[in-house]
């Protein structure tokens, strides 16, 4: 079993929608997680970190359930600039002074018009 | 800040050849890394480094080598190439010196790799 799972789509919604995209993680002892987006032929950037109690970002909601070992991402409004592969990242347990994250293989939203 | 930049962008190679690929940051990171990103993959960690003269083993360190003699620079060598490692290569830094910092990892714009 992969240690970070995503669906990888490709979702393809109008704009104007609401879209999810869940993640599973394996390692139930994992500390830290993050969703990055990556435009077609980019690099990956940093979307937003997810936190415990949930957070919110403009027309991004990313959510956390430790119990069932998923993550979240919440798209509203979607606009065409928002299609692009999102990568759900694992900082696992005992990592955090060497930085190895562990990347889901990303979910692509395509935003028609 | 030009931030994280990588060399070449596009390279093909034979099988057997050995070549650098370059990488260098300008924002006084310490924590530097390299990752490889193949279809259905997602993205893979091959070595980092956590400071000038200090560098570990990722996933998949098989076939490469670095090393890190200064903090901007961080070269990544394929000692002798394969069909196996034809991929996209991405150079990452982070700031350690702020709490949390391995959250965002700066990456570079990737270096597109084949391998005959």
């Known amino acids: 079993r992969k240690e970070v799972e995503q669906d990888p789509g490709p979702f393809n919604v109008p704009e104007g929608a609401t879209v999810a995209f869940n993640c599973t993680y394996s390692?139930?002892?994992?500390?830290?997680f993050f969703w990055y987006r990556q435009d077609c032929r980019k690099e990956p950037k940093l979307l937003m970190s997810?936190?415990?109690s949930g957070n919110e970002d403009g027309r991004f909601t990313a959510q956390l359930n430790r119990a069932s070992q998923y993550i979240s991402l919440l798209i509203r409004d979607s606009k065409l600039s928002d299609s692009a592969t999102y990568l759900c990242?694992?900082?696992?347990?005992?990592?955090?002074?060497?930085?190895?994250?562990?990347f889901g293989q990303g979910t692509t939203l395509q935003v028609k018009p | 800040n030009a931030g994280v930049t990588q060399t070449p962008k596009f390279q093909v190679l034979k099988t057997g050849q050995s070549m650098t690929l370059q990488c260098a940051q300008d924002?006084?990171?310490?924590?530097m890394s390299w990752y490889r990103q193949d279809p259905g993959m997602g993205l893979r960690l091959i070595h980092y480094?956590?400071?000038?003269?200090?560098?570990d083993q990722g996933e998949v360190p098989n076939g490469y080598n670095v090393s890190r003699s200064t903090t901007e620079d961080f070269p990544l060598r394929l000692l002798s190439a394969a069909p196996s490692q034809t991929s996209v290569y991405f150079c990452?830094?982070?700031?350690?010196?702020?709490?949390?910092?391995?959250?965002?990892?700066?990456f570079g714009p990737g270096t597109r790799l084949t391998v005959l």
């Open positions: 990452a830094s982070s700031d350690t010196r702020r709490q949390n910092s391995y959250n965002e990892q700066f």
């Open positions: 390692n139930s002892a994992s500390q830290s």
């Open positions: 997810v936190y415990s």
């Open positions: 990242v694992v900082l696992p347990v005992g990592s955090s002074n060497t930085g190895k994250l562990i």
């Open positions: 924002m006084n990171h310490e924590y």
């Open positions: 480094s956590v400071g000038a003269g200090i560098t």
